[in-house]
């Protein structure tokens, strides 16, 4: 832990998460795609990150972009996932579902939570596109979810740190509260201090240029690949040290 703080990082690769643990993360959470906002990784990625380091690994499990309602046969798959990948040794699944009016769908859910334990069950930023905040974190209690990362439903890359501060103070008890989406160097501090909170989620994203396809430099950004920035994520390590509690 980082002066009191469990920080984890969400990646995108292998070499992200060698990044991370350099730096310090305490827990990894694993993607594919970042550009998408974050898919499932594979079997083989997670087994890689396994071998090289003992740092905790939750995997998401969401197999599309836009929406969290997804149809029959995209849930059984997302079943399955969840399956490998704690037979792959994921120390947690991070997902999320969505009714088609933005309520949490309690049935999918429950039989998610029921797959992971006794391994960590954390439901992912869909509870920031969820209504009725209040209601939707005791349906998660009630489901069995161990963790939510939220930004208390604000407005990237704003968070809503009155929201954050009520949830912890009410539910945090019961359920933990990880605050994430828009962190940087500038706003970790007040964020922790603000919030009470002992955890924190980043991404501390660049863009990385393969110019293998480039024809033209002007297409530098659709050439670009999303992964783990040790400058800023160092930089941000560093602001959560000089916290004076």
């Known amino acids: 832990m980082v002066n009191g703080i469990l920080v984890e990082v969400c990646c995108g690769s292998v070499d992200d998460c060698i990044i991370a643990e350099r730096c310090g ?28 380091m003992d740092i905790k690994v939750c995997c ?12 029959d046969e995209y849930y059984q798959v997302m079943l ?16 999320g579902f969505l009714n088609a009016d933005s309520s949490i769908d309690i049935q999918r859910t429950k039989e998610m939570v029921n797959i992971i334990k006794p391994k960590e069950a954390v439901f992912h930023k869909a509870f920031d596109s969820a209504k009725d905040m209040e209601k939707s974190i005791q349906i998660l209690i009630e489901c069995g979810i161990d963790r939510v990362l ?25 359920i933990q509260i990880l605050p994430g989406g828009g962190v940087r160097e500038h706003n970790v501090q007040n964020i922790l201090k603000t919030t009470g909170i002992k955890q924190i989620h980043m991404t501390s994203k ?40």
């Open 25 to 52: 993360a305490d827990r990894i959470e694993l993607n594919h795609a970042l550009e998408m906002g974050g898919m499932t990784p594979s079997c083989a990625t997670l087994r890689r990150v396994k071998e090289l």
């Open 60 to 71: 998401m499990v969401r197999p599309r972009g836009f929406g969290f309602n997804y149809s």
């Open 206 to 245: 660049h863009l990385v240029l393969d110019p293998s396809t480039m024809d033209d430099p002007k297409d530098a950004a659709d050439n670009s690949y999303i992964a783990t920035d040790e400058k800023q994520l160092k930089a941000i390590l560093e602001k959560i040290r000089e916290i004076e509690w």
């Open 150 to 174: 939220t930004s208390g439903q604000g407005k990237y890359p704003d968070m809503d740190l009155s929201a954050l501060q009520m949830l912890n103070e009410k539910y945090g008890d019961r």
């Open 80 to 95: 399955e996932e969840a399956k490998d990948l704690l037979a792959n040794g994921a120390d947690g699944i991070v997902f």
